[in-house]
T-cell receptor, first 115, second 114 residues
Framework: AQTVTQSQPEMSVQEAETVTLSCTYDTSESDYYLFWYKQPPSRQMILVIRQEAYKQQNATENRFSVNFQKAAKSFSLKISDSQLGDAAMYFCAYRAGEYGNKLVFGAGTILRVKS | ETGVTQTPRHLVMGMTNKKSLKCEQHLGHNAMYWYKQSAKKPLELMFVYNFKEQTENNSVPSRFSPECPNSSHLFLHLHTLQPEDSALYLC?????????????FGSGTRLTVV
């Protein structure tokens, strides 16, 4: 069974600084997708960034980028120029293949942004 | 607004009550899901519906009864719940065959069982 592990229950970052959230996963599949979701206090789960396992190039979305290490099964999220609005719970998630239905989540990391 | 709407936003119910949670998606997706989010625990997948057919039930107690009348609507019927069932219940939808797009979530129903 696939598992996703986020080893950092909480992280803090100073406004305008950079922070990296860690995620590792376990799978025997070769075709899969990885995601980072953000859940602010409003509870809305928002997709931040996604990565296809067959792509070697790391995904980037504005201030958000990932470091995808397929052999190590590692998928970390880097947030640059952190803003107060980035404060939220961040979840790493895995989905197997094109027709994989289950989105498996890690336990989440609470990110606090200090002004 | 994500295109997935959940009602009610908050619900307080007694252990002997019967209530239902509703989820509606306007995205043309063909799969819908119920997740339970409890404090300090990972999101738990409860039910999966593909094309209105239930394809997964993750050992969920029978006091939770899902219903999917069509691809756009999903219900979670609740009866004789326990206090430990208090949690945030999230609905999501996706398009099977387009794995890259992940899920789209609703804002959840905060359920409190008293």
């Amino acid at each position: 069974a696939q598992t996703v592990t986020q080893s950092q229950p909480e992280m803090s970052v100073q406004e305008a600084e950079t922070v990296t959230l860690s995620c590792t996963y376990d799978t025997s599949e070769s075709d899969y997708y990885l995601f980072w979701y953000k859940q602010p206090p409003s509870r809305q789960m928002i997709l931040v960034i996604r990565q296809e396992a067959y792509k070697q190039q790391n995904a980037t979305e504005n201030r958000f980028s990932v470091n995808f290490q397929k052999a190590a099964k590692s998928f970390s999220l880097k947030i640059s120029d952190s803003q107060l609005g980035d404060a939220a719970m961040y979840f790493c998630a895995y989905r197997a293949g094109e027709y994989g239905n289950k989105l498996v989540f890690g336990a989440g990391t609470i990110l606090r942004v200090k002004s | 607004e994500t295109g997935v709407t959940q009602t009610p936003r908050h619900l307080v119910m007694g252990m002997t009550n019967k209530k239902s949670l509703k989820c509606e998606q306007h995205l043309g997706h063909n799969a819908m899901y119920w997740y339970k989010q409890s404090a300090k625990k990972p999101l738990e997948l409860m039910f999966v519906y593909n094309f209105k057919e239930q394809t997964e039930n993750n050992s969920v107690p029978s006091r939770f009864s899902p219903e999917c009348p069509n691809s756009s609507h999903l219900f979670l019927h609740l009866h004789t719940l326990q206090p430990e069932d208090s949690a945030l219940y999230l609905c999501a939808s996706s398009q099977v065959g387009l794995g890259i797009y992940g899920y789209t979530f609703g804002s959840g129903t905060r359920l409190t069982v008293v």
